[in-house]
């Protein structure tokens, strides 16, 4: 299917319950986690099965005849999806595997549910139905060189993304946004989304860093409060602050934090004096 995303298995590989009918020669392997050049594959009308409007800004999905689904947005492929038992990981898991086989070869995920388990920093995720996989997900793991260590300082940085560096260092590394949205007050400011692949929105003023809104659950606060933990966290942490609607403020700190069902759903920094 491709020359970087997938390869033919040239050895016999230990996995768990290969149906009989499926010899080691069919088996397809799974590359996951090489960033978004591991996902420029070629998509052959030959193979393809479905596809959805490929409207700009839309997300496009295509799915081939073997079942596998692939999703692209602003011409970036950011997500596939295997059902097909014919695909397997590096590390031997596939379709049918159980929650303790994932666990075994991968450790305990950053980000896990009754149905889900997600390794960001691997790329690869799990969807499950009664404990056994039903569909693998892969997509790009975070650029090291941005996420570096994950904190977020109030009022100072989110990993290597400090406040008040130009935009362009970032265009750099994560090339172009998802898109980009003016502000009409105050004026000259611009919201830069890198949420699809990134989990970050950026806010500038003059080409300058003025606010940073978090949404990957990769960037983590004072150790603990980062998307996807309970509110009682942050006033276990940090203390009251000041409930507006769904926020929390922290405005002598240059951090709020957005609430959705009692959960953080977003983390934002910005300067004392913004």
Excluded at 176 to 198: N, S
Excluded at 207 to 234: D, F, M, Q
Aim: charged share 25%.
């Amino acid at each position: 299917m491709t020359a970087h995303l997938l390869k033919i298995i040239p050895i016999l590989l230990i996995f768990c319950i290969l149906a009989p009918e499926i010899s080691y020669a069919q088996m397809t392997l799974i590359k996951a986690g090489y960033g978004t050049e591991a996902l420029n594959i070629s998509i052959e009308p030959k193979n393809i099965a479905e596809s959805s409007p490929n409207s700009k800004g839309e997300e496009q999905v295509v799915q081939t005849k073997d079942g596998t689904e692939i999703h692209i947005k602003n011409n970036n492929i950011f997500l596939i999806t295997f059902i097909n038992p014919l695909f397997i990981t590096y590390e031997g898991i596939k379709i049918g595997c159980t929650k303790d086989d994932i666990i075994r070869k991968y450790g305990r995920p950053k980000i896990e549910n009754a149905n889900t388990l997600l390794y960001y920093n691997s790329g690869i995720g799990f969807e499950l139905s009664q404990d056994k996989i039903i569909k693998i997900l892969i997509f790009p793991t975070p650029a090291k060189t941005i996420l570096g260590d994950g904190k977020i300082i109030a009022g100072e940085r989110a990993g290597n993304i400090n406040l008040d560096m130009m935009i362009s260092d970032i265009e750099k590394i994560w090339n172009k946004p998802d898109y980009i949205t003016k502000f009409e007050e105050p004026a000259k400011r611009k919201m830069y989304f890198y949420t699809d692949l990134h989990g970050v929105i950026l806010i500038t003023e003059r080409n300058r860093i003025k606010e940073i809104a978090i949404l990957s659950p990769l960037y983590t606060y004072e150790g603990v409060i980062r998307v996807g933990v309970s509110v009682n966290k942050i006033k276990s942490v940090m203390g009251e602050g000041l409930r507006k609607d769904n926020l929390i403020i922290y405005r002598d700190q240059g951090i709020n934090f957005r609430i959705k069902n009692e959960i953080i759903s977003e983390i934002t920094i910005y300067s004392f004096n913004n």
